[in-house]
């Protein structure tokens, strides 16, 4: 199984990004009940949750986050979004998909960097 991530960049303060995560080779009865999630995490700090779907369809933010990024799947395609808006210099860091599975493992994508500058 591998998660390959991508939409990362550079953008301006005040800007969009759309991140996607593909769960290649993961079957769909698989992705559909897992919890999927995005992290992030900036030079020098600990990787942390940004936002995540859960198993069940709730839906998490980090609070530095919530109104302006949407994380959102299509089943269909085994895919994960992040919908960013409005964008800030300290949203700057390497952002990581993750799709947890019920009982079939724990994976991360390989990480999207994107930079925001004032």
Do not use: H
């Not at 020098?44 to 980090?62: F, M, P, W």
């Amino acid at each position: 199984v591998q998660l390959q991530a991508s939409g990362g960049g550079s953008v301006q303060a005040g800007g969009s990004r759309r991140l996607s995560c593909t769960a290649t080779r993961m079957i769909t009865s698989v992705f559909n009940p897992s919890t999927v999630a995005w992290y992030r995490q900036a030079p020098g700090k600990q990787r942390d949750l940004v936002a995540e779907i859960v198993r069940g369809g709730s839906i998490n933010y980090a609070d530095a986050v919530k109104g302006r990024f949407t994380i959102s799947r299509d089943n269909s395609r085994k895919r994960v979004y992040l919908q960013m808006n409005n964008l800030e210099p300290g949203d700057t860091a390497v952002y990581y998909c993750n799709v947890r599975t019920a009982g079939y493992g724990d994976y991360w994508g390989q990480g999207t960097l994107v930079t925001v500058s004032s």
